[in-house]
């Protein structure tokens, strides 16, 4: 059973460009989280899906961020013109659906540092 | 909005010694409770849970019980090892399938 993957792991990338990120879940997990953590600070949620559908998001998630799940496996987030105050871990978790108290299961994230 | 308030850190401990990190979270609805921990270099591990008043999570000798009427979910450990050093967040999930709100988390520092 392999865990939630992420990819990249590391990226760096100059003030302006556009990036994205790859989240492959757990196999049987209908649900997919991305959060956001920067240093010395707890993650913070940025949005989730249900299958495909984006059911919620935080007010972090300004327009220049976007997720997708188009067949409700993998999950892309993209963030166009990117900031210094971008730079963080980005944290992908993924749980199954059903009962109180489900479980996430967080991927190792992919550390961005916008220059 | 709800939120959830942990011990600062960092806590240096001896080998052995007794821990407790305090969490208060809300109280807001009925929330299911976690604590999270992550180890140097890698990535957030669940480390226990409890989904109601007055349920104890364990694992790995660590210990939560969910205390509703005092709205907290402190996390002990009655000898702590050198190994446990890590950083331990403490996370309530309020709405099912929701998202978990994190605390600042709390570095852990275990000495030999």
């Known amino acids: 059973d392999t865990g939630v993957s992420q990819d990249p792991r590391h990226k760096i990338t100059k003030r302006g460009q556009n990036v994205t990120f790859r989240c492959d879940p757990i196999?049987?997990?209908?649900?997919l989280y991305w959060y956001r953590q920067t240093l010395g600070q707890g993650p913070e949620f940025l949005t989730y899906?249900?299958?495909?559908?984006?059911?919620?998001k935080s007010r972090l998630l300004s327009d220049r961020f976007s997720a997708e799940r188009p067949k409700g496996s993998f999950s892309t987030l993209e963030i166009q013109r990117t900031e210094q105050g971008d730079s963080a871990m980005y944290l992908c978790?993924?749980?199954?659906?059903?009962?109180?108290?489900?479980?996430?299961?967080f991927g190792p994230g992919t550390r961005l540092l916008v220059l | 909005g709800n939120s959830v308030t942990q011990m600062e850190g960092p806590v240096t401990l001896s080998e052995e010694a007794f821990l407790t990190i305090n969490c208060t979270y809300t109280?807001?609805?009925?929330?299911?409770l976690f604590w999270y921990v992550q180890y140097p270099g890698e990535g957030l591990q669940l480390l226990l849970k409890?989904?109601?008043?007055?349920d104890k999570g364990s694992n790995k000798g660590f210990e939560a019980t969910y205390r509703k009427e005092t709205t907290s979910f402190h996390l002990e450990k009655g000898s702590v090892q050198v190994s446990d050093s890590a950083v331990y967040f403490c996370?309530?999930?309020?709405?099912?399938?929701?998202?978990?709100?994190f605390g600042q988390g709390t570095e852990l520092s275990v000495k030999p």
């Open positions: 109280a807001t609805g009925y929330p299911s």
């Open positions: 409890a989904t109601k008043a007055d």
């Open positions: 899906f249900q299958n495909e559908a984006q059911l919620e």
């Open positions: 996370a309530p999930i309020y709405n099912q399938g929701g998202k978990l709100i």
């Open positions: 978790a993924s749980s199954f659906s059903g009962t109180r108290g489900e479980t996430q299961y």
């Open positions: 196999s049987e997990h209908n649900r």
